[in-house]
Each structure stands twice: as C-alpha cells, then as structure tokens.
C-alpha cells in the first residue's frame, strides 16, 4: 500500500490476513516505542514475518503508520455503525455515548504518534489530513440523512456539525491520553442528547 489518499467508501476496506497481521503488530510497536524509535525489522519480526513482507506492501513505517490508523479509526466506526437501521439523531448519540465508555489505550497512543508525526512531517501530515477527511465524510452522510428525513435542522451547517463531533471525539482521546477524569456516563449522555435537540428542527419547521 503506498502513500495515497484512499477512498471514502464504507469503513473497514478488507484487507488480507498477512497485512492485518502486520498493520497489527506495527500498532503493538508503535504503542510502545513511539513511531520514531519503531524499527521496521522488530514489526515484521513481532508479526513473523521477514521485512519482504512490509516492503512489498509499504515504502517504509510512514505508510504502515498512515494506514495504521485508518485501520483503527474505519473499524471503529464500523463497529459503531455496522448493519444499523437507526435514526440519524440515534447514530449520533450512539456515537456521542461511545466517547466515555470505550478506552481503547492502544488506539488512543496510536492516533498521538500520528498527530505528532505530522507535525514533524508535513508530507504526513498532508496525508493524515486527507485520511481524517474521509472519517469526517463518513460523518456527513449520517447528517445529511438526517436532515432529509427531517430530524436535523436544515439550516444548521452540515460543517459545523461535522467539525464538532470530529472535534468531541479527537478531543476526548487527547484527554485520555493525561489522564484527565471523564464525566459519568449519564451525565455525558445527558449533555450528548441536549445537543442532538439542539439540532433538531424547530417545531413551525415541520419535517421536511
């Protein structure tokens, strides 16, 4: 896999075992050496493979980091969204709940190494940036539904939306990541079900 922008199709493009088992063992390494002291060689060896394995599939550990956390963050969401019928205003409280309940520590210390590494590294940076847009289109479909069957307020900006449950998400794992205390679960979901009927539209809207 090479270092390019990839699609915004549905989360969770399959990938074959070999690659899984790799993309695996790079999160493991990543997590506990941090990107820069990450070695290609440990990875294939973590995963039982010969370093062949990652360079017929990657130019180096930039990539595999790149498609690490598309990994992660597509089958999040697809384990959130996967086979659901729901409303979009319950897609988005499910979504909004899930913040503080799951603590994914090997998730959390990937997305750092990430966002740190583009820092570094603009050219990442410039990729990461493309793979965060398409989680953030996956985002707006949800809120473009729901404005056509009527349960989101047409005239809220599909962006503004979109930015702040992107913003909430990032910006929860960023707390996690010092320890800083979450609030209880139904006090979350309270706040999270206030928000959702703040988009809602006003009752002289009608349901469009």
Not at 21 to 36: M, Q, S
Not at 168 to 178: D, P
Request: charged share 25%.
């Amino acid at each position: 896999m090479a270092l390019t922008e990839s699609s915004s199709s549905p989360p969770g493009p399959p990938v074959d075992a070999t690659t899984q088992e790799l993309l695996d063992a790079a999160i493991a390494v990543f997590r506990e050496r941090g990107f820069d002291k990450a070695g290609v060689a440990e990875i294939a060896r973590r995963a039982g493979f010969t370093t062949g394995a990652i360079y017929s599939r990657w130019a180096g550990k930039r990539e595999m980091l790149v498609d690490a956390v598309d990994l992660v963050m597509s089958h999040h969401l697809l384990h959130l969204l996967g086979g659901t019928t729901l409303a979009a205003p319950d897609v988005l409280a499910s979504l909004g709940a899930d913040l503080v309940i799951t603590d994914d520590e090997a998730s959390r210390a990937l997305l750092l190494e990430a966002f740190v590494t583009a820092r570094r590294d603009p050219e990442f940076g410039q990729v990461l940036a493309r793979r965060l847009a398409d989680d953030e289109s996956r985002l707006r479909a949800i809120v473009v539904a729901g404005q056509q069957d009527g349960y989101i307020d047409p005239d809220i900006s599909i962006d503004a939306i979109v930015t702040l449950c992107h913003a909430l998400g990032l910006g929860v794992q960023l707390r996690r990541v010092v320890d800083r205390p979450l609030p209880a679960a139904d006090e979350w979901n309270d706040l999270i079900e206030r928000l959702i009927s703040a988009v809602s539209p006003r009752p002289d809207q009608g349901v469009s």
